[in-house]
């Protein structure tokens, strides 16, 4: 069983040695920081630690894309995949959606990240199976879930 948290200072280095990142642990604070805020050029979003047996294994996040649809952005560190992490954890963060009263979610997925397609559509989301460019010139399909 899972759980989400926001991130703490105390998260810090853990967060950077599962994330690899090459940052600071000051940097890293001061991004959890700006999470803390809860906001994102104007609109909700909100960053979770995927936490199991205590343990930080991933991360999620909620942004606002309009007033009743949001996305849900998960990450399950390496070490931790393929074990129903990601869903659990989508499930969570689409309930505190669903609470918040959104309505749907939108996702961008890469056409080739076969991981997140599955995911997706053992969750039930939807696609019409065409393909665009995001904003960054990448193709990605649309998947949908009413909340």
């Not at 659990?88 to 080739?112: C, H, T």
Request: net charge positive; charged share 25%.
């Amino acid at each position: 069983m899972i759980s989400l948290r926001n991130f703490t200072n105390d998260d810090a280095e853990v967060f950077q040695q599962k994330q690899r990142m090459n940052v600071s642990l000051d940097e890293i604070k001061a991004m959890f920081v700006k999470w803390g805020e809860k906001a994102y050029a104007g609109k909700y979003f909100e960053m979770f630690a995927v936490v199991k047996d205590g343990e930080i294994v991933g991360s999620i996040s909620l942004y606002q894309l309009s007033k009743s649809v949001v996305s849900c952005g998960p990450e399950v560190f390496e070490a931790y995949r393929k074990q129903g992490i990601g869903s659990e954890a989508m499930l969570l963060a689409m309930d505190i959606a669903k609470n918040m009263g959104y309505k749907l979610v939108s996702q961008q997925i890469g056409r080739n990240n076969a991981a997140s397609i599955a995911l997706h559509n053992k969750l039930g989301f939807e696609t019409d199976e065409y393909i665009y460019r995001n904003k960054k010139g990448n193709e990605v399909l649309i998947y949908v879930k009413p909340l």
